[in-house]
């Protein structure tokens, strides 16, 4: 009779465990978005590698990309992000 150790059950479980949150952080990353798309403050963390409380900084500080307010939730339009990040870096290109 042979006897497996719970061991390797534990190492499983902690890689679909990872696993899922990697799906998780992954899943509010825009893929190719349109112009007009409207990006939550998540999906825009993501996207620019910064944390939300960055954002939430910059937008209290009147800086960042521009916001915009619908239905009292924030929302960047991607084209507003394009537009400031060339602002901001003028040599920089998509």
């Known amino acids: 009779m042979s006897h497996v150790s719970p061991a390797p059950n ?3 479980d902690a890689i679909h465990r990872i696993s899922d949150e990697i799906e998780s952080e992954l899943a509010v990353i825009p893929v190719a978005p349109s ?4 990006l939550t403050t998540a999906e825009l963390s993501a996207l620019l590698s910064v944390s939300r409380r960055t954002l939430e ?32 870096n003028p040599s920089w290109s998509e």
Not at 35 to 38: E, H, K, L, S, V
Not at 70 to 81: E, I, P
């Open 35 to 38: 112009p007009d798309q409207m």
């Open 57 to 88: 900084s910059w937008r209290a500080g009147g800086r960042g990309p521009k916001v915009t307010r619908v239905g009292g939730a924030v929302r960047y339009r991607y084209s507003d992000v394009i537009a400031h990040l060339r602002e901001e």
């Open 10 to 12: 534990r190492l499983v």
